[in-house]
């Protein structure tokens, strides 16, 4: 399987544009992830410029993995998404992406690696509109995908993908080796260059716990 490099020209200019996409995609009402999911996400993976063609062919783009932990937001885990497992597609390519972790078992999973979608982690094309709480409340779905196209708003199969850590862009972020545990756990604070997406994190989907 292999993972499209960074289109950014550093981690902090990534983890900036992944901010504006989850704030795109719980704000602007043609996009907006319902509240109830939001509010019982246990973490998200934001994806920018996934083409469906290169997923196809065993490429695809560059995202973060961030966690709900005891102490507030993990710092962001820096992933590729690749893989030939593509489901419906909304123009065969997606601008960006997100999916929405629901259960405890999703967060343990990327915190030990590879993790492939509809294998280890069930996914879905997440509920939207009235009937988004009660589905929420009942799901045993571990991810919710949310997708946007050139202006289009829309689910997004992505069943047969890989998500992998970037494990270089991690130790440059970080300024050391860093597991994927270390990181979704909270054990790693999150550096200055994430405060942009902490911002957006605490806004749009609030842990109740005082940053540090």
Same mark, same amino acid.
């Given at each position: 399987?292999?993972?499209?490099?960074?289109?950014?020209?550093?981690?902090?200019?990534?983890?900036?544009?992944?901010?504006?996409?989850?704030?795109?995609?719980? %704000?602007?009402?043609?996009?907006?992830?319902?509240?109830? &999911?939001?509010?019982?996400?246990?973490?998200?993976?934001?994806?920018? &410029?996934?083409? &469906?063609?290169?997923?196809?062919?065993?490429?695809?783009?560059?995202?973060?993995?961030?966690?709900?932990?005891? %102490?507030?937001?993990?710092?962001?885990?820096?992933?590729?998404?690749?893989?030939?497992?593509?489901?419906?597609?909304?123009?065969?390519?997606?601008?960006?992406?997100?999916?929405?972790?629901?259960?405890?078992?999703?967060?343990?999973?990327?915190?030990?690696?590879?993790?492939?979608l509809g294998a280890e982690?069930?996914?879905?094309?997440?509920?939207?509109?009235?009937?988004?709480?009660?589905?929420?409340?009942?799901?045993?779905?571990?991810?919710?995908?949310?997708?946007?196209?050139?202006?289009?708003?829309?689910?997004?199969?992505?069943?047969?993908?890989?998500?992998?850590?970037?494990?270089?862009?991690?130790?440059?972020?970080?300024?050391?080796?860093?597991?994927?545990?270390?990181?979704?756990?909270?054990?790693?604070?999150?550096?200055?260059?994430?405060?942009?997406?902490?911002?957006?994190?605490?806004? &749009?989907?609030?842990?109740?716990?005082?940053?540090?």
């Amino acid at each position: 399987m292999g993972v499209a490099g960074t289109v950014f020209a550093n981690a902090k200019e990534e983890v900036k544009q992944d901010a504006n996409i989850l704030k795109n995609f719980s %704000t602007v009402p043609e996009r907006q992830i319902p509240p109830a &999911v939001l509010k019982n996400a246990k973490g998200f993976a934001i994806f920018h &410029v996934v083409d &469906v063609a290169l997923l196809v062919n065993g490429k695809g783009g560059p995202g973060i993995v961030v966690s709900r932990t005891n %102490t507030g937001w993990s710092g962001p885990m820096f992933v590729g998404l690749g893989g030939a497992g593509v489901g419906a597609q909304i123009g065969g390519k997606v601008k960006d992406l997100v999916l929405v972790l629901n259960t405890d078992k999703a967060v343990e999973a990327l915190s030990h690696g590879n993790v492939k979608l509809g294998a280890e982690l069930s996914v879905s094309a997440g509920p939207s509109g009235a009937s988004a709480e009660a589905e929420t409340a009942f799901t045993n779905v571990d991810m919710y995908s949310y997708a946007q196209s050139n202006g289009v708003f829309a689910g997004l199969s992505i069943e047969g993908s890989v998500i992998a850590p970037r494990d270089n862009v991690n130790r440059e972020f970080y300024g050391k080796n860093v597991t994927a545990s270390d990181i979704l756990s909270g054990k790693m604070q999150a550096p200055a260059a994430a405060e942009p997406l902490m911002t957006v994190l605490d806004s &749009v989907a609030p842990t109740g716990v005082a940053r540090r």
